[in-house]
């Protein structure tokens, strides 16, 4: 299932903004998650959500460190969806 990068990431900002509890108008990809006010239970629950929907796992460790904004975010859940597809192909 090879999806675009336009079109994942507007499926992964309407995640972000379920999952988050954020209005959607609100984000943008310079924008601080801390700025949201997303809580790290909502995080993990994003990612859940990401590895539900695409099958790629985002551990909650070391690479999270780096995600400041909701690009670095979605830069993180892209390359790992990507490297999912590519090893189911």
């Keep these: 299932m090879s999806t675009n990068r336009k ?3 507007k499926e992964l900002l309407e995640l972000v ?3 988050g509890m954020v209005e959607p108008s609100e984000i943008t990809p310079e924008r601080p998650l801390e700025e ?3 809580q790290s ?3 993990v629950m994003i990612l859940m959500a990401i590895e539900e ?3 790629a796992y985002v ?3 070391n690479e999270l460190t780096d ?3 909701v690009q670095d975010l979605l830069n993180l859940a892209i390359s790992k969806i ?3 597809q590519a090893a189911e192909a």
């Design 53 to 55: 929907k695409y099958g």
């Design 7 to 9: 079109t994942l990431t």
């Design 17 to 19: 903004a379920q999952e």
């Design 67 to 69: 995600v400041v904004t």
């Design 82 to 84: 990507e490297a999912h």
């Design 36 to 38: 949201l006010d997303i």
């Design 41 to 43: 239970a909502d995080f």
């Design 59 to 61: 551990s909650v460790d």
